[in-house]
């Protein structure tokens, strides 16, 4: 019997690993955590029964324990409850689903604590790479990679040596815009960002989908996760989202993984350590599929990928600059204080702005994200 806990239980991930979780025996959820999102939380509490239960926000969590006090779930809430979850002793994977930079904490707790890490939280190691890989290294503790892209890669490296990698190529759909032009932007609408053509997932990545700056923190991303430098890291638009991800190799083979658009497979194939176990759902049917077609990204009009690279080459404090810029960005769009394109302008000046810091702790990171949010907050 597997035993985990999910940071972020509420979300698209959490709720796709809960799915795994009812339908396989060996596996047991003794922890989650959510943000607010406490109605959820609670029919999860009698759903899985777990032992202990985390709430970000603490007036939800004294409501939650109200409401949960006929169970044996302890409820914990604010960022100590989230790190005393990600450290709990019976867990011994944590599933790190919660988005923002708020998972950090929890992210390098747990590591110390010696657990496991099914990582779908991109700010940790968007942010903070420099310090959760050689933390991970010390304590002996293997990062799984949830995000699809990047489970791809890990698939595709089973049984290989990571010195003979070429290059990383790292796939997108193009995001609801694909092909539209910089004009066609400006009057794009929060309806028409949150339209992806493949995939159901939570507001603030399927907007940063439609912005390219999902794939910008995936590439940042990926060079932490494989230990590849930034320059051997390729993005290429495929728009069906049949294959996830490729590597090339020294000798020019070309590895991919494909599979419909499922987060399930690559959530299952962390929480089994890169094992293959049976997951319902449908299959690809190369009989049906009219065409797999290639394109280079339009980096000029979908300016969050170049920005990323950008943040990601001068490293340091910039990228943790550049993500919270996009988050504070991203709310602001999608309760209609600004348009589409007022995304990238806010991203470009607040990093024109950053006085760079180098090699940041965890407490710097999260005090350059406040900095950051109070810059953007003061103008927009």
């Not at 990047?150 to 694909?178: M, V």
């Not at 400006?186 to 995939?199: G, I, R, T």
Request: hydrophobic letters at 45%; glycine letters at 8%; charged letters at 25%.
């Amino acid at each position: 019997m597997k035993k985990i806990a999910i940071l972020g239980s509420t979300g698209s991930i959490g709720t796709q690993t809960l799915d795994i979780v009812s339908k396989n025996d060996d596996l047991q959820v003794v922890g989650i955590a959510a943000g607010r999102n406490i109605d959820l939380l609670e029919m999860q509490i009698r759903r899985f029964s777990p032992k202990l239960a985390a709430v970000g926000d603490e007036e939800k969590a004294e409501e939650l324990k109200l409401r949960v006090k006929d169970t044996n779930c302890k409820v914990v809430g604010g960022m100590e409850g989230l790190i005393e979850l990600a450290v709990m002793q019976e867990a011994e994977m944590i599933v790190t689903a919660i988005v923002g930079m708020i998972g950090i904490r929890p992210t390098v707790a747990a590591i110390c604590a010696g657990k496991n890490i099914a990582l779908a939280n991109k700010e940790t190691l968007v942010t903070a790479g420099h310090i959760i890989m050689p933390l991970a290294k010390e304590h002996n503790v293997k990062i799984f990679p949830v995000d699809s892209e990047h489970s791809a890669i890990f698939q595709a490296l089973n049984g290989e040596n990571p010195k003979t990698i070429e290059k990383l190529l790292i796939t997108a759909s193009g995001g609801p815009f694909r092909g539209k032009k910089t004009e066609e932007l400006k009057n794009m609408q929060v309806e028409d960002a949150l339209k992806h053509p493949n995939w159901a997932m939570g507001q603030k990545i399927t907007i940063d989908s439609a912005t390219l700056v999902n794939k910008g923190l995936e590439v940042m991303e990926a060079k932490w996760l494989f230990n590849v430098d930034l320059d051997k890291i390729e993005v290429v638009v495929q728009p069906q989202s049949v294959i996830h991800s490729m590597i090339e190799f020294q000798d020019g083979s070309v590895m991919a993984q494909l599979g419909t658009p499922d987060m399930r497979l690559p959530i299952q194939y962390a929480l089994y350590e890169g094992k293959r176990k049976y997951l319902d759902g449908e299959r690809l049917d190369f009989s049906k599929l009219a065409s797999i077609t290639f394109e280079k990204p339009d980096m000029e009009t979908f300016k969050g990928l170049s920005l990323a690279m950008q943040a990601s080459k001068i490293g340091e404090s910039m990228p943790t600059v550049f993500n919270a810029a996009n988050e504070k960005a991203v709310a602001l769009f999608l309760s209609r204080k600004i348009g589409f394109l007022d995304i990238y302008k806010i991203i470009e000046d607040t990093m024109n702005e950053h006085d760079l810091i180098l090699n940041p702790t965890v407490e710097e990171i999260l005090n350059i994200e406040q900095d950051v949010y109070q810059r953007i907050e003061g103008r927009w």
